[in-house]
């Protein structure tokens, strides 16, 4: 039997990607990903007309590659939602394109689901799990019973995990995204020089906040450039591990709130902040105290890429969860 194939397409934020996933064995045929980071990194963030423009640039120099297997699709999956509306239109207008000039239906992709079916790439999936989500737009605790049933229990009052680190970083010049240099730089640094607030400490409510503990680190990086000779690289090292502990314990004491209510059998971190390695650190340990499963993305699929949409719209195909052309939409936030 010849292959059975899907073509999906990820633009929800700054990461051009698609991938051509087997239906019938999930092998991924074909996975490619131009990252914007470089270009978005002297804004100190993703400046979303750019990273439209980059999209149109990228989308179609990947298809190109691609074309081989076009005889092979049964369908055409593109990420609709949540993102970036500019971003997500540009990926659901070349999805529209194809499934019209190559007549294949059409399967829309939530993006959230992507991230938690990075678990699955390749496997088949392990539910019910509860999951972390840290990402650049999203910290949230979800109960996934199955694809078509999950409830979001936990999510952040403002920032993200991830945008925290971002700010952090432009604060102090760091470039973009902040996750990777804030983590590094903090190894060099004494996580217990400052003092920050741990967000939310006192609420028995589990919820995320950022904000305050932003502001907390802008009034310190203020202090530290006001004082004789500036700030040092020491400072920002010190900075950045006194935040990252701090951003980390806030998740770390939610989460052994929502342990003590229910033990999970399965729990999983996903999302590009889940690359970091004191949070996988914490986790690791709670998941062992509770004997809970945890299962890890691998780092390369954790942060944004066509290969997670496709491993999502294969379970869509089966349930024959197909969308019309005319009414697809893109949606920057979820109901
Ligand atoms: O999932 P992702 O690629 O894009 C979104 O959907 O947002 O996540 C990117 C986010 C950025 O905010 C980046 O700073 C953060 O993940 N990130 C990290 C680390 N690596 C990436 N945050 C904390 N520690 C890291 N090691
Ligand atoms: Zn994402």
Redesign the pocket.
Same mark, same amino acid.
Do not use: K, Y
């Given at each position: 039997m010849s292959k059975e194939l899907i073509l999906s397409i990820e633009s929800?934020?700054d990461?051009s990607s698609i991938a051509i996933t087997d239906i019938n064995t999930l092998e991924l045929v074909y996975h490619k990903k131009i990252s914007q980071e470089l270009q978005h990194s002297m804004y100190g963030g993703v400046v979303p007309e750019l990273a439209a423009r980059l999209h149109v640039e990228a989308l179609p120099k990947i298809l190109e590659e691609c074309k081989e297997f076009f005889p092979l699709l049964k369908a055409i999956a593109v990420t609709n939602a949540p993102g970036l509306s500019v971003t997500l239109m540009e990926g659901v207008t070349m999805a529209k394109a194809l499934s019209i000039s190559l007549n294949l239906p059409l399967i829309a992709v939530n993006h959230l689901k992507g991230?938690i079916y990075s678990l699955f790439i390749e496997k088949q999936e392990v539910l019910p799990m509860t999951i972390l989500l840290v990402?650049?737009?999203h910290t949230q605790i979800i109960e996934a019973k199955s694809l078509n049933d999950m409830n979001i229990i936990a999510s952040t009052m403002d920032d993200s995990? !991830?945008?925290s680190?971002?700010k952090v970083a432009k604060m102090m010049g760091l470039g973009y995204?902040? !996750?990777?240099v804030?983590?590094e730089y903090g190894l060099k640094g004494d996580e217990n020089r400052f003092d920050f607030p741990v967000p939310l400490r006192q609420s028995p409510l589990i919820q995320f906040s950022y904000s305050g503990l932003k502001n907390a680190v802008r009034m310190q990086i203020e202090k530290l450039e006001n004082q004789e000779g500036g700030i040092t690289n020491q400072d920002k090292y010190d900075v950045c591990a006194s935040f990252q502990k701090t951003a980390v314990s806030h998740i770390m004491q939610k989460l052994k709130k929502q342990f003590k209510k229910v033990v999970p059998e399965n729990f999983a971190i996903v999302? !590009?902040?889940s690359?970091?390695?004191h949070l996988r650190t914490q986790i690791e340990e709670l998941c062992n105290k509770y004997k809970t499963n945890l299962h890890l993305s691998e780092l390369k699929y954790?942060?944004?890429n066509a290969a997670m949409i496709g491993r999502v719209a294969v379970e869509q195909y089966k349930q024959n969860d197909f969308v019309n052309v005319n009414e697809i939409d893109v949606q920057t936030r979820l109901k």
């Open positions: 929800s934020c990461d991230h990402s650049g737009g995990f !991830g945008e680190f971002d995204p902040g !996750g990777p804030v983590q999302g !590009g902040a690359a970091n390695i954790c942060s944004d």
